[in-house]
């Protein structure tokens, strides 16, 4: 999901990294929303289970010197580990949150919303919600963790850490904003393009609870329930050393499950449902403009001219793929002014890789939801056998019987489909639009 919020503003340190954090001078975002590059789960030594758990502290140690003879570095490791166990000390239920006097109506409306939606997908999706979301941890206001990432700056290469369980993975979270600054001065004393955010959400892949974290809060209501079942999806499917495919499946069930919640959960309110339409739309329309931006570099990436050619030559690329956002696709926007900062958007691989992180092969998980007819519980079936193959896009399109080719064709036809151009407004809120709607718009690569 590409970033879609007024309510954080570019960071750029004295490192010359790239950040998004929140500025009190930021203008309001209209959907009081936290970023949509994310969620990302922090980075621990993680593990799926669903049998009983021991006590949280027990069961982070047990973690923790689970990885004696694993090449992990425990300078990073501990803090982390420190954090989350402080964390989940100081989370509430989830249900004695509710009732908290403390709490506006509405975040008690919102922590309501994500107990309706974690018991839907549970009940009706069938995602693997083992612990998530029973718990609220209130932050009063203070960040709660960070996202670090990093890539070279004359390529689309990330740095990356390994991890026992998890894999490898493009990116570090941080409990401590000092930790992370440190983190961010080493990656950029490397000469590398650092990106940074703060987290709001995370998935432990069924290692240790996950509370809702009070800045998650913030989010709209169609984004919040979106959130739910992207997070929800990492407890059920994950697919070690390719955290492009988790992440991309992920914003599959999420927009896909928050339309299904809506349209199930709420029939008498189908403002919901046009509400989520239209920000799926505008953020696919951006995704898909970042998209070609990224095609764009990777031209000037994969060439002959020399480290300083290409370096100056991506900055006259970006500025061009910010002017072609700003004048051909912020009009067709239903909400642009969600999507003003953009044309402040500074060039960084790093973020740009986030992007494509999270929307590969979207199309393609469509299809194979469309053929099984929509039934939720073999499309998990499917998903999870395709994560545990060698190759998940091969096996999806061999599952469903075609080959690249006329994946790529379809492809194309969805993209040129008169659909597309078409507003939420004309188009009837009912069940079959919607999933196409909020899952069809961003091109496949």
């Not at 991890?163 to 490898?168: L, M, N, Q, R």
């Not at 091969?394 to 036809?413: F, H, I, M, P, Q």
Request: glycine share 4%.
């Amino acid at each position: 999901m590409g970033i879609s919020s007024q309510h954080y503003g570019w960071c750029v340190t004295p490192f010359s990294h790239l950040s998004w954090l929140p500025f009190d001078s930021t203008p309001a975002d209209p959907d009081n929303g936290y970023t949509e590059l994310g969620p990302e789960p922090i980075v621990m030594p993680l593990r799926t289970s669903t049998r009983p758990r021991r006590p949280d502290g027990v069961a982070m140690l047990m973690l923790v010197a689970s990885f004696a003879g694993c090449s992990v570095d425990f300078d990073y490791l501990l803090p982390q580990a420190t954090g989350q166990l402080q964390l989940l000390r100081r989370s509430v239920p989830l249900a004695s949150a509710i009732e908290s006097p403390d709490l506006s109506e509405d975040q008690i409306a919102k922590l309501t919303l994500i107990r309706n939606a974690r018991t839907y997908a549970r009940d009706v999706i069938g995602l693997d919600v083992v612990d998530s979301y029973e718990t609220f941890y209130d932050s009063h206001g203070e960040a709660v963790a960070f996202n670090v990432s990093a890539s070279r700056k004359d390529a689309f290469d990330p740095r990356t850490w390994r991890f026992p369980i998890v894999g490898e993975v493009p990116y570090l979270g941080f409990f401590d904003r000092a930790d992370a600054d440190l983190q961010i001065a080493e990656l950029a004393d490397d000469g590398l393009d650092v990106f940074m955010y703060e987290i709001d959400a995370y998935n432990s892949l069924g290692a240790i609870p996950n509370p809702v974290l009070s800045p998650m809060l913030k989010r709209s209501e169609s984004s919040l329930a979106e959130t739910v079942f992207h997070e929800l999806l990492h407890s059920t499917v994950w697919r070690t050393n390719d955290t492009a495919f988790s992440e991309s499946l992920a914003t599959f069930y999420g927009r896909a499950g928050a339309i299904a919640f809506f349209e199930n959960s709420y029939p008498d309110e189908p403002e919901r449902v046009t509400e989520s339409f239209q920000r799926f739309e505008d953020t696919d329309r951006y995704n898909e403009s970042m998209l070609m931006l990224l095609d764009d570099l990777d031209v000037v990436y994969a060439s002959e001219m020399s480290v300083e050619e290409k370096l100056a030559t991506r900055e006259s690329v970006h500025a061009a793929g910010i002017e072609r956002f700003n004048e051909e696709v912020l009009p067709l926007m239903n909400r642009p002014e969600r999507f003003a900062w953009v044309a402040g958007l500074p060039i960084n691989n790093a973020f740009l890789l986030g992007i494509r992180r999270y929307n590969l092969e979207i199309g393609l998980f469509q299809s194979v939801f469309d053929a099984t007819g929509r039934d939720w519980a073999v499309s998990i079936t499917v998903f999870r056998a395709s994560a545990a193959s060698d190759d998940p896009y091969e096996y999806l399109r061999n599952w469903l019987g075609v080959d690249d080719t006329a994946a790529k064709r379809s492809a194309v036809a969805a993209k040129l489909s008169p659909t597309f151009a078409q507003s939420a407004k004309e188009m009837a809120p009912h069940s079959s639009c919607a999933r196409c709607r909020s899952t069809t718009f961003i091109p496949t690569r």
